[in-house]
Every structure is written in C-alpha cells, then in structure tokens.
C-alpha cells in the first residue's frame, strides 16, 4: 500500500481509469477504500472502473455503497444548517449541500443505468 495521501491516491486512479488502465484503477480505489470505506469518490470511481469492465453487478454495489454515504453525509449537513437557523433542506445561504445533492442525483443515475 501507498504511503501517497488520498486525494493524490484517487487522482491517480482517476488516471488510470483515463488511460484504459481499470484493472488497475480497481486496485488502486480499493487500497483506497481499505483506509478510508467513505471515500465518496473511490466509490465511485470503483463503480465507473467496473462498469468499463463490464461488471454491472459490482458497479451497482459500489455505486450503492458511495450512495449511502453521499445520503448519511447530506442528511448530517441538512441537520447542521438547521441548527444554525437555516432552511436545511437546501440550503441557498451556503453550498456546503449542493456537492452531495448533485452526488445523489449522479448516483441514483449510474445505479438505474447498471441496474438496466
């Protein structure tokens, strides 16, 4: 395993997956995952990997699992924004809620377009 930081790890992986290189991608997001499991973006990246390989059912399950944490994580700052007196549901003083918003729909997409 790489002593790499994360975000360098899956910028790499995004590489690999550019280059035709899934297999390794593969790799490379689940030594990823095996430190972090809530990495959003090795999820998916896995998901897109395996999907390119022709792996819908592994796809689905990875895009299923990056799902579950983009919905805990937006759920946890809809619960913070109101807290803080703001609307929560979404939330048009700040963007702390449109990246897992826009992940969800991302997601819920690439699990119909497996699942197919």
Same mark, same amino acid.
């Given at each position: 395993?790489?002593?790499?930081?994360?975000?360098?790890?899956?910028?790499?992986?995004?590489?690999?997956?550019?280059?035709g290189?899934n297999?390794g991608a593969?790799?490379?997001f689940? #030594?990823?995952i =095996?430190?972090?499991?809530d990495?959003?973006d %090795? !999820?998916?990246?896995?998901?897109l990997a395996?999907k $390119?390989l022709? #792996?819908?059912? =592994?796809a689905?399950?990875?895009?299923?699992? %990056? !799902?579950s944490v983009?919905e805990?994580?937006?759920? $946890?700052?809809?619960r913070?924004?109101k807290?803080?007196g703001?609307?929560g549901?979404n939330?048009?003083?700040s963007?702390?809620?449109?990246?897992?918003?826009m992940?969800?729909r991302?997601?819920?997409?690439r699990i119909?377009?497996?699942?197919?």
């Open positions: 395993m790489s002593t790499m930081p994360s975000a360098e790890r899956i910028g790499a992986a995004w590489r690999l997956i550019r280059d290189d297999n593969i790799r490379m689940e #030594d990823i =095996a430190v972090a499991p990495s959003v %090795a !999820l998916y990246g896995l998901g395996q $390119a022709g #792996d819908n059912n =592994a689905g399950l990875s895009f299923k699992q %990056a !799902l983009t805990q994580a937006l759920s $946890a700052v809809q913070a924004s807290a803080e703001h609307h549901d939330d048009l003083e963007n702390f809620d449109d990246r897992y918003m992940l969800t991302m997601l819920n997409q119909e377009d497996v699942s197919a």
